[in-house]
T-cell receptor, first 115, second 110 residues
Framework: DVKVTQSSRYLVKRTGEKVFLECVQD?????MFWYRQDPGLGLRLIYF???????EKGDIPEGYSVSREKKERFSLILESASTNQTSMYLC??????????????FGPGTRLTVT | RKEVEQDPGPFNVPEGATVAFNCTYS??????FFWYRQDCRKEPKLLMS?????NEDGRFTAQLNRASQYISLLIRDSKLSDSATYLC???????????WGAGTKLIIKP
């Protein structure tokens, strides 16, 4: 079974704080993704990575950065948290660029509240 | 216009009934289609892929209509455990990004 874990289920931070969200997958997947999910909007892609040290902007990268130093770990960084970044953050992984399957496996999510 | 649109529901359906919902997509270049299921406060999980010829998995049937740019999901003999939000997902091939609908909430009542 693929397992994707996220460092926290719930997080409360203050405006202006730097926030780190960690994601680890144990199935040697090449692709990793960070989404945020808000009511009525569906999942929106923030950043993704298809290899170590590689990153690509998704649809809403502003205010976020990422780091992928090891294949199994993909970190999302909020440089200066703002209240409009209050959301559910979901990390996902998928097998590889060469595979035709696009199935993504998700972590349990981190509900971040910025006050 | 959203790239992938779904009726948010909720669809309130009695146990044992058949329920169907659609999802429309705006980009005719879309190549791959999926239904994911998300339980309350849980992560999304793949329910089924949607093939051009349509496909069935037990009580679930998925259909694709390229001419009208929509996909559908039919659930027969619905169970209480089918209560969830169903997410329509589209991929335009040549990359591995998925475009997600906002989901349709289904509530099965005893």
């Amino acid at each position: 079974d693929v397992k994707v874990t996220q460092s926290s289920r719930y997080l409360v931070k203050r405006t202006g704080e730097k926030v780190f969200l960690e994601c680890v997958q144990d199935m040697d997947h090449e692709n990793m993704f960070w989404y945020r999910q808000d009511p009525g909007l569906g999942l929106r892609l923030i950043y993704f990575s298809y290899d170590v040290k590689m990153k690509e902007k998704g649809d809403i990268p502003e205010g976020y950065s990422v780091s992928r130093e090891k294949k199994e770990r993909f970190s999302l960084i909020l440089e200066s948290a703002s209240t409009n970044q209050t959301s559910m953050y979901l990390c996902a992984s998928s097998l590889s660029r060469a595979q035709s399957t696009y199935e993504q496996y998700f972590g349990p999510g981190t509900r971040l509240t910025v006050t | 216009r959203k790239e992938v649109e779904q009726d948010p529901g909720p669809f309130n359906v009695p146990e044992g009934a058949t329920v169907a919902f659609n999802c429309t997509y705006s980009n005719s270049a879309s190549q791959s289609f999926f239904w994911y299921r998300q339980d309350c406060r849980k992560e999304p999980k793949l329910l089924m892929s949607v093939y051009s010829s349509g496909n069935e998995d037990g009580r679930f049937t998925a259909q694709l209509n390229r001419a009208s740019q929509y996909i559908s999901l039919l659930i027969r003999d619905s169970k209480l455990s089918d209560s969830a939000t169903y997410l329509c997902v589209v991929n335009m091939d040549s990359n591995y990004q998925l475009i997600w609908g906002a989901g349709t909430k289904l509530i099965i009542k005893p």
